[in-house]
């Protein structure tokens, strides 16, 4: 329970205030259980949300506002960070993970191998801040993901965070717009290798000289005798035999991450190999949806890198492979460039290509400008065995309407194709 009785910060408490199971800065997820911290956000701060909260049943609310139950401070997100900063401290292992590609799913093979507590979807420093409050103090070990898009990030993440390993996954343009430069990228994303113990994939081995990797075929922790068909990933690690069902490369790469962090830690490895074989990623992280057609749902976000590991997955399958590409934001003055080189390698790697919105005609053979329009012409050229791969970036400022006529956030796409290979 989380205590505002005793906050480990300056703070004048309402004595109506009262013990909560949890911490959320979004006043729509409070009830008589999770109590509210009312942060500034861009366009409005959380204390006109206050009330609603204390409606809603909110144990108690941190704020600067004289209200019932009230933790009163002066800054809620110096609080925040405080309390977060405390509980961390109570926590013998902290692992961050960082990446332009495969962070959540390192994330979830990784917190499988070590049985830890992680975040499951968000990745902003008020989630990770709450999810340190809830769990820091707790026996097990912590996951946590740590995503930048700016400048400066990755250093406010490790002070807030500091983690006791440091894990980069890869290294590609991503979030150009608000980093600049893929050497950019590798110096921000360097900043989680302050850690005690740090570990990168071997795609960013290169950018890292002298840092442990992980993966296959002559990393420091390498996996050994990889296999990969329609069925899944199996390798072995230590001699020990590891399956991954529906899994691609980039699962196995990230199993192998979890076996390192699990032998680091003294735990049973076979005990870990068998936690790793049940990960089952959120969707929209490579989800391989079997059936008359199987679908490949990667549409939670896409960058050049990322796309380019799906395609290889995607080869892995038989039959006619077909992939459905979107729209990939924030690259900044090279998009063009960028999204082009994308459409080189699906068709390189596809029998069939789709492009839909923006750069449909760089990313695909066969393009169109609305998600409607690319459906009317995919659905009806799906037959029995076909693999489709989707991907693109999800884009969750835009409209709906938005999403559908640039081609962003194309789950919509990855719900037609299995409501329509259900009739085939």
Same mark, same amino acid.
């Given at each position: ?63 600067? #506002?004289? $209200? ?23 926590? =013998? ?7 332009? &590609? ?13 049985? &830890?507590?992680?975040?499951? *979807?968000?990745?902003?420093?008020? =989630? ?10 707790? @026996? ?17 993440? $490790? ?5 006791? *390993? ?12 608000? #980093? ?5 990228? *590798? ?5 989680? #290798? ?12 290169? %950018? ?24 899944? @990933? ?17 699962? &196995? ?18 005990? &870990?190999? !068998?936690?790793? !074989? ?10 391989? #949806? ?18 380019? $590991? ?25 998009? =063009? ?30 393009? %169109? ?46 719900? =037609? ?8």
């Amino acid at each position: 329970m989380l205590d505002p009785h005793a906050p480990p910060f300056p703070a004048t408490v309402h004595p109506q205030a009262r013990p909560a199971r949890r911490l959320t800065w979004d006043s729509r997820k409070a009830s008589p259980d999770v109590a509210f911290v009312a942060l500034p956000g861009e366009a409005m701060h959380g204390n006109r949300f206050v009330q609603s909260a204390l409606d809603a049943g909110a144990p108690f609310v941190i704020t600067d #506002l004289d $209200v019932p139950r009230a933790v009163r401070v002066q800054g809620a997100q110096a609080a925040l960070f405080a309390w977060a900063h405390a509980e961390r401290a109570k926590n =013998a292992l902290v692992v961050g993970i960082t990446g332009t &590609a495969g962070k959540t799913t390192a994330k979830s093979y990784a917190a499988a191998a070590l049985e &830890a507590a992680y975040l499951p *979807v968000f990745n902003t420093q008020p =989630a990770i801040a709450c999810f340190l409050i809830e769990h820091g103090s707790g @026996a097990r070990p912590l996951v946590v993901e740590m995503g930048i898009d700016r400048l400066g990030e990755m250093a406010e993440l $490790v002070d807030l965070v500091r983690p006791d *390993v440091g894990v980069v996954t890869s290294i590609g343009a991503a979030h150009l717009d608000g #980093l600049g430069s893929v050497s950019n990228i *590798v110096r921000e994303k360097g900043g989680i #290798l302050s850690a005690a113990f740090s570990l990168v994939g071997m795609q960013a081995g290169p %950018f890292y000289p002298g840092v442990p990797t992980y993966g296959f075929e002559g990393a420091t922790f390498e996996g050994e005798n990889l296999h990969l068909d329609e069925s899944g @990933a199996g390798f072995s690690f230590r001699g020990i035999r590891v399956h991954l069902p529906r899994a691609s490369r980039v699962q &196995a790469e990230a199993a192998v991450l979890g076996l390192a962090l699990a032998e680091r830690a003294g735990l049973n490895l076979e005990a &870990a190999a !068998a936690r790793l !074989a049940a990960v089952e990623v959120p969707g929209g992280r490579y989800r391989v #949806l079997p059936g008359a057609v199987t679908v490949i749902d990667d549409a939670y976000n896409a960058s050049p890198l990322s796309v380019e $590991v799906a395609l290889d997955a995607l080869a892995q399958f038989p039959g006619r492979k077909i992939a459905v590409l979107g729209r990939m934001l924030e690259l900044g003055e090279t998009e =063009a460039e960028l999204h082009a080189g994308v459409g080189a390698q699906a068709r390189r790697k596809a029998d069939l290509t789709y492009g839909v919105g923006k750069f449909a005609g760089l990313l695909g053979e066969h393009a %169109f400008q609305t998600v409607p329009e690319l459906l009317a012409a995919l659905l009806p050229e799906l037959k029995r065995g076909d693999v489709v791969l989707v991907k693109a970036s999800r884009g969750i400022s835009y409209t709906p309407e938005k999403r559908l006529q640039e081609g962003v956030g194309l789950d919509t796409v990855v719900t =037609a194709l299995l409501e329509w290979r259900d009739r085939l």
